[in-house]
């Protein structure tokens, strides 16, 4: 199975500062027909998942313009440019290249 | 709009069996695979398993691989989990979503199964 790891697992973040989330896969996530099916995934306290970026970059609707995702290969990045409130929760990434989808541990992040 | 809402979620003794449902609405269902996840307490996500748009493929992960079975009744707009054999270690919110690209795009609420004598 691939293996999906997330750093850091905590990540304080003082209000209006940008957080930055890693996640490396174990093997490469490029697919056969050339599409990353790499997402990123929101959960705030008590929620369901939300989905964020999927395709390593591609914003969901309604998702604001301050999530962006990249990457490449087996490395991949979740940026926010400035943290709001409403952004504490559980970030997760997810590779839907091999089966079985895989996700990464989760990290946290909360307001300093 | 894309609604999914599970149920038959509950409390079940060690070895005995569950079936959850996943009623959806909003989309043509017949169009789309549709995954099942779960979360135990306090922990991280884990995907459970996955079927085609038509029934005609499923996927498991290894640690449900033989206990759990998907399934989908494409008259009814809802996709099944028969989940056997269970043990305290499947104790989770298990939330349905819909696949799409590689991807889960629109989740349920979850429903609590609790593993425990």
């Known amino acids: 199975d691939v293996v999906m790891t997330q750093s850091p697992l905590s990540l304080p973040v003082t209000l209006g500062q940008p957080a930055s989330i890693s996640c490396r896969s174990s093997?490469?996530?490029?697919?056969?027909?050339?599409?990353?099916?790499l997402n990123w995934f929101q959960q705030r306290p008590g929620q369901s998942p939300r989905r964020l970026i999927y395709?390593?970059?591609n914003r969901d609707s309604g998702v604001p313009d301050r999530f962006s995702g990249s990457g490449s290969g087996t490395d991949f990045t979740l940026q926010i440019s400035r943290v709001e409130a409403e952004d504490v929760g559980m970030y997760y990434c997810?590779?839907?290249?091999?089966?079985?989808?895989?996700f990464g541990q989760g990290t946290k992040l909360e307001i300093k | 709009q894309v609604q999914l809402v599970e149920s038959g979620g509950g409390v079940v003794q060690p070895g005995r069996s569950l079936r959850l449902s996943c009623a959806a609405s909003?989309?043509?269902?017949?169009?789309?695979?549709m995954h099942w996840v779960r979360q135990a307490p306090g922990k991280g996500l884990e995907w459970v398993a996955v079927?085609?748009?038509?029934?005609?493929?499923?996927y498991y992960a290894d640690s449900v691989k033989g206990r759990f079975t998907i399934s989908r009744d494409n008259s009814k707009n809802t996709v099944y989990l028969q989940m056997n054999s269970l043990r305290a270690d499947d104790t989770a919110v298990y939330y349905c979503?819909?696949?799409?690209?590689?991807?889960?795009?629109?989740w349920g609420q979850g429903t609590l199964v609790t593993v425990s004598s």
């Open positions: 079927i085609w748009y038509d029934g005609s493929n499923t």
């Open positions: 909003g989309f043509t269902f017949s169009s789309y695979g």
């Open positions: 093997q490469s996530l490029v697919y056969s027909d050339g599409n990353i099916y």
């Open positions: 395709k390593v970059s």
């Open positions: 979503a819909r696949d799409l690209y590689g991807s889960a795009d629109y």
């Open positions: 997810m590779q839907g290249t091999h089966w079985p989808y895989t």
